[in-house]
């Protein structure tokens, strides 16, 4: 398995402060483990005593961002050290160092002028920041040889793991989310089950969606989606916006208002909402009444809860099969871990 460099996951930090950090958080986590018992007292209140145990169970939710972490820096680290090991290996069976191996085993081709110019023309964008291509072009030929260098070596490491694949049995960190009852979509059997705190006037919300539907594109019957409400209190139509969703819901018509409400994020006013409900041919008697009611207020504060009780402070926020995955998160970084998933699926099958 690979998972995805920290640069392709948005993460700026070097390889080396990465592995460093890993470092840091495990032994903070050691500490703190072995500082108790799980049965130890660790409070008191008047009588009433507060063990390790009951602790733990507190705060696990809002550990499991940084639990989360941990271990996908833990899994780059793997990559890195087979990478290594697959590298040294190959190297010693010719008698070569590390350096002289790759030297020799990837490709040396050099990238030119012409090579960065046509990629510059390829750009428009580029050209809106660096009018003149004579401005940029040895940064430009040097960063595109960089890029070239790094996907060459990539793509031979690939070829090395083949012979040698890396298997991880590290066991990924995971919240339970309960979604009775809420949208869904996707098969409810599906091997990975993904499970969203939104908000509809939130603005990342909104760039997540074609994200998401990318992810279903791909994935097809292999995803299962789960809606949860989270209105931020930032927004003021936000509540209305989550109420008609569960109005809709009630008809059959929740994701549709869903991609209705997303696809303009600037008319969730209650006579806009009510507006589209007439336009997906619901019974807007029924709506208006449940609309205007508030029939859903409570249900809608409980998903809040939840969410906050999870550790959830801003939207979007994902749990795919309970790992948590915050942000407007690129589709790069659902693909890594929904293959995982997968693969650890069928893993878990051929066991059985």
């Known amino acids: 398995m690979r998972i995805e460099s920290p640069y392709k996951l948005g993460l700026n930090f070097p390889t080396k402060l990465a592995f460093a950090l890993v ?6 986590s050691w500490s703190l483990s072995i500082a108790a018992e799980p049965d130890q007292v660790v409070a008191t209140v008047g009588n009433h005593n507060i063990t390790e145990k009951e602790l733990d169970a507190k705060i696990k939710p809002q550990l499991a961002p940084i639990e989360s972490q941990i271990y996908d820096l833990k ?8 990478d290594e090991y697959l590298i040294d290996q190959a190297a010693k069976k010719e008698n070569l160092s590390t350096a002289d191996y790759l030297k020799k085993s990837l490709s040396q081709h050099k990238l030119t002028e012409t090579d960065a110019k046509m990629y510059y023309d390829q750009h428009k964008e580029v050209q809106t920041r660096y009018p003149k291509f004579d401005e940029i072009k040895a940064r430009l030929t040097e960063a595109l040889q960089a890029q070239r260098d790094e996907e060459d070596k990539a793509a031979f490491i690939e070829k090395l793991r083949k012979a040698q694949p890396l298997t991880v049995m590290l066991t990924a960190p995971r919240i339970n989310v309960k979604t009775a009852g809420h949208p869904e979509i996707g098969p409810v059997n599906a091997p990975v089950t993904i499970v969203e705190f939104s908000d509809f006037q939130c603005p990342y919300c909104g ?3 074609p994200t998401l539907k990318q992810v279903r594109a791909k994935y097809g019957d292999k995803i299962r989606l789960i809606y949860m409400d989270f209105p931020l209190g930032i927004h ?10 569960r109005c809709a819901g009630e008809q059959g018509k929740f994701w549709q208002l869903h991609d209705l409400m997303f696809a303009d994020q600037s008319k969730l006013k209650p006579d806009d909402l009510k507006a589209d409900a007439k336009k997906l041919g619901l019974d807007t008697a029924k709506f208006n009444e449940c609309f ?11 998903d809040m809860q939840q969410g906050h009780d999870l550790g959830v402070d801003g939207t979007p926020a994902f749990y ?17 871990t929904i293959d995982e998933e997968l693969t650890n699926g069928q893993k878990q099958a051929s066991a059985k």
Not at 23 to 28: C, F, S, V
């Open 23 to 28: 470092a840091g958080l495990i032994a903070a």
């Open 75 to 82: 899994v780059q680290a793997l990559n890195a050290m087979a």
């Open 207 to 209: 760039r997540a969606e």
């Open 236 to 245: 003021d139509h936000a509540i209305d916006a989550a109420s008609a969703g």
């Open 292 to 302: 205007d009611k508030g029939k859903y207020k409570s249900e809608i504060e409980a």
């Open 320 to 336: 795919v099969d309970g790992r948590p995955l915050q942000g407007a998160q690129p589709f790069e970084r659902f693909q890594s």
